[in-house]
């Protein structure tokens, strides 16, 4: 191979790196990387299901990959008011199941069978995300839980529509829930 040749597989060498390093930086652009994958407790049949959210900090939107409008009730095991919102939240998972989603966000690093045996015998029939490290990304998405409950309503874009800080009336919950259809 003469020194021509060489020159010339050197500077095809170069730009197949060029082009594969831009082809690597845009794929990996486009990738959604506020994507996360969390497990949830009582999805379908009472099994353990999987909830993907998209959050974007640019757009201040939390998007579920299922496309409907959600509820996020930050929950925790030691407190009396939460216990007084499971009855209705029970229902809105029950009552909006096919356009609406239900999710509990349980604070306390309980473990799977520890939190299981919590939501059996707190009557809890919504989705549950309880993993640490889910509950940590997900208070932080919604910019920080100081206290428990705190309910977060989105519509089906992941725009923010409502907040409600403490216990609230299962009617005004309902009201902001029916205004997202």
Not at 17 to 31: E, G, P, R, V, Y
Not at 33 to 56: P, Q, R, W, Y
Not at 136 to 146: D, F, P, Q, T
Request: proline share 2%; net charge positive.
């Amino acid at each position: 191979m003469g020194k021509e040749q060489r020159e010339n597989l050197g500077t095809v060498m170069k730009k197949a790196l060029f082009f594969a390093f831009f082809a690597l930086i845009f794929s990996a652009c486009s990738k959604n990387i506020g994507e996360k994958n969390h497990i949830a407790l009582n999805g379908k049949n009472g099994a353990a299901d999987t909830v993907t959210t998209h959050f974007s900090a640019s757009n201040k939107t939390l998007k579920l990959e299922s496309g409907k409008p959600f509820m996020l009730f930050f929950t925790s095991t030691a407190c009396g008011a939460c216990d007084e919102a499971v009855p209705y939240m029970n229902y809105f998972a029950e009552k909006y199941a096919d356009r609406f989603e239900t999710i509990g966000v349980m604070n306390g690093n309980l473990g799977f069978d520890k939190g299981l045996e919590v939501l059996k015998a707190k009557n809890i029939n919504f989705k549950v995300i309880l993993e640490s490290k889910s509950v940590e990304y997900l208070s932080r998405a919604v910019g920080g839980i100081y206290g428990t409950p705190v309910f977060y309503i989105y519509d089906k874009d992941g725009a923010l529509k409502k907040r409600f800080l403490g216990l609230t009336p299962q009617s005004k919950i309902e009201e902001s829930i029916k205004e997202l259809f």
